[in-house]
């Protein structure tokens, strides 16, 4: 190890200037980062109190709906008419009520149209997509967004409304009191959009090939704005990324889809008798107590089913009680398997864990879907509160990604069709995929359609929460979950995306998020992680997250009460912490500066002469001529006649002298009893004094985890709290005594304070490895000739759009 060695005097004790001294530090440039977060947060109140629970005033509005619905497959068409009964459980009264028109972001007029923009090419051009291209021509073709029909009270008399954009208006006759209650009906219809082409949360899925259809509809009719103690009525219009902040109530729902549709939604069945058959019963009430999935509807029959053309309809009742949602999916393509989840929590109820998906799905879906929903609710129980729905259900709309409603959600992923055999075959990525969007969204049921945040205000207290939990999830799946690819770790991953360009802190509004993927899902998740498992330790995390999760299940809280209950709860100040993760875009880049070495000088000449003679050897570099004379075996005048040598040959300055005895000896009687009890035990213990250099380079601080490593061989892990920066944000010194000498000293060895810069970590520095690959240049002369040459390739039967490529822009006319 390349470190500084001096001898530290007993009574002077000077060093060299330590990192943190020479920072100037005046009021222009010293940094508190141990703020108390209190002052930027909302004052406590009767409702919201200063520990992060609800207040004995808190309060939140209540939404009951009444539901007949008709799905017209083929016109891709759906209308209903609803009853709505709206409590006012706030101490206001309202004079209008808001409710949410999300299928409007489709009309070309919606500012989410509107304000739609492009992205420059690679080589900083225009380009426009095949994808864009026919989303453009399907906007055109077909009139999208709600359809009001009409708007009445409960006798039936027309109330005035306002459309504005997402966001419609309904005038009450007379204001609605706290406590009072209110029913109105909406009658309404709208064109179901072709997700493939169009995007969005739901829709349909046409699947050419067979020419049949999958509907999943989610967002599908006029929901109830929030209306708040923090923020009044969130009517902030739906630009398509900040997602939704509904109020609770039960669903009374019926769906008439055609007779040969399978329905998967929010709820429980209430006539199995009518929709399914016996068999189908009997399946279904084994598959309750089954401890593995069991098939309802198989695949061969789903198979079979999709072939028939039935015009008949069916209608399917649900019944979906406290929920702030309501979701179905619908087609004559569903397989159906399901099973028991018994909850370890006996609070909770057993759980009907089922996955609906075509045939096109397996073999995958029907080995993993249905697991990884039980696999979410025990892991999640165990870390929030027992599951309190009745079912769970996971649904195949499309081939990647995923979206939640209560108690059922839509996730994709599917296996490769071979083209020429028919074989289907299915890729890690798709495997771990599908397991991890599974309990993804499943892990949404608990945060946000139980623990009810402000989606279009925090998409990060949904996102990232839950991205957290879905992590522990699957390291409870199974070790080395996907590989790096599906398990990272979050705390190395982040730092690219903490060092780059554009960003904005987590705290920002959902539709203003740069980047969004890392702000609102990764970043906060790491953080989370960092608090798990570095600054506060799984115990009191896991408590206080519980502590959280329980406090505001069916509630809607707010940062600043995930912000104290975590506090509250742990008796851990996390103020620091918050505001440096949450409210900065500030990265961690701490540099381990230097490393220096002493030893306690006892003062006794006996002893630290001749340590003074061995150090002053080993530093003091002879002269090179010298060296030489010695390797050609050149004698010295004084080796040929030693006569020559008198006192000063055999003693030097750190032969200890009577003076530099007594020198001790006096300074020995001048000290207190205490003082040389303190240097007679540091000469009998031999200690190892170093001083440990960081310099905050990134911004954010953080703990200091550090790994000795000591010349016998062995090491020692010590975990600095981030409170050593409380004094000096920029740069610290820590002091360590060992009794062995330490020889490298690594700060973050297991990469877990999401540190950016790991080339500054290790004192002596370390030499960075890795492997170069020789290349071969290549010549991109354009030949034309030879290219004129190539034959012209058929087209091949069948050929399709596949990814986002670009179509091919021709310069205009002349303007």
Known sequence: MAVVSFVLSASMGMAPMAAAD???????????????????????NTYRTASGAPGHQYWQQRADYSMDLKLDAAAKRLTGRQ????????????????????????????????????????????????????????LKDTQYGMEIGSVTDEGGRALPYTVVDTMMRIDLPRPLAPGASFTFKVEWAHNIINQDIVGGRSGYEHFRDTKTDLFFLAQFFPRMAAYTDYAGWQHKAFLGRGEFTLEFGDYDVALTV????????????????????????????????????????????????????????KTWRFSAKNVRDFAFASSNKFIWDAMGVKQDNPAGPPVLAM????????????????????HTIKTYSKYSFAYPYPTAQSVNTWDGGGMEYPMITFNGFRPNVDKK??????????????????????????????????????????????????????????????????????PAEITSYMTSQGQVPIMTQSDSVLQFGPNSYTKPATALTILRETVMGRELFDHAFREYSQRWKFKRPTPSDFFRSMEDASGIDLDWFWRGWFYTTDHVDIDLASVREYRIATGNPDVEKPLQREEYRRDTKEPLGQVHNREQGLKTLLEREPGLKDFYNENDKFTPTNKDRNKFADMVEG??????????????????VYFLDFANKGGLVMPLPLLLKYADGTQEFVMIPAEIWRYNAKAVTKMLIRSKQIVG???????????????????????????????????????????????LKAKKEGEGKEGAKDVPLAPGGQQ
């Open 671 to 688: 000290l207190e009893p205490w003082e040389r009890e303190a240097l007679a035990r540091a000469e009998k213990d031999g200690d190892w």
């Open 421 to 490: 055999t028919g074989k289907r075959t299915y890729t890690a990525n798709a495997k771990y995929g599908l397991i991890g969007v599974v309990i993804h969204e499943i892990g949404h049921i608990y945060y946000p359609m139980i623990v009810n945040s402000d989606e279009r205000q925090w998409t990060w207290m949904d996102e990232g929460l839950n991205t957290f939990v879905q992590n522990v999830a699957h390291l409870e799946w199974e070790e080395n979950f996907g590989e790096h690819r599906r398990n990272p770790n979050l």
């Open 258 to 313: 055609p007779a040969d549709h399978v329905v998967s939604a929010s709820g429980e069945l209430l006539n199995p008798g009518d929709v399914l058959t016996q068999t189908q019963r009997d399946r279904l009430a084994k598959a309750a107590k089954a401890d593995q999935p069991m098939f309802v509807v198989t695949p061969e029959e789903a198979l079979a089913n999709e072939k028939e053309t039935d015009k008949a309809t």
């Open 22 to 44: 020479a920072i100037e530090q005046t009021k222009g440039n010293w940094q508190d980062k141990f703020r108390q977060l209190d002052v930027d947060l909302p004052t406590p």
């Open 355 to 374: 996955s609906f998906y075509p045939n096109e799905a397996e073999p995958l879906w029907s080995k993993y879907s249905t697991w990884a929903v039980a």
């Open 83 to 138: 009853t709505v009964r709206y409590h006012n459980n706030s101490p206001d009264s309202l004079r209008y009520l808001w409710l949410q028109l999300d299928q409007n972001i489709f009309k070309d007029k919606s500012i989410a149209e509107l304000t739609r923009t492009s992205s420059p090419a690679k080589d900083g051009g225009d380009q426009i997509s095949y994808g864009t291209l026919a989303r453009v021509q399907a």
């Open 745 to 791: 000293v690594e700060l973050d060895p297991r990469q877990e304070i999401a540190d950016a810069d790991v080339s500054n970590n290790a004192y002596p520095r370390k030499i960075a490895a890795s492997r170069l690959e020789l290349y071969k240049s290549k010549d991109e002369t354009k030949d034309l000739m030879a290219d004129m040459l190539v034959e």
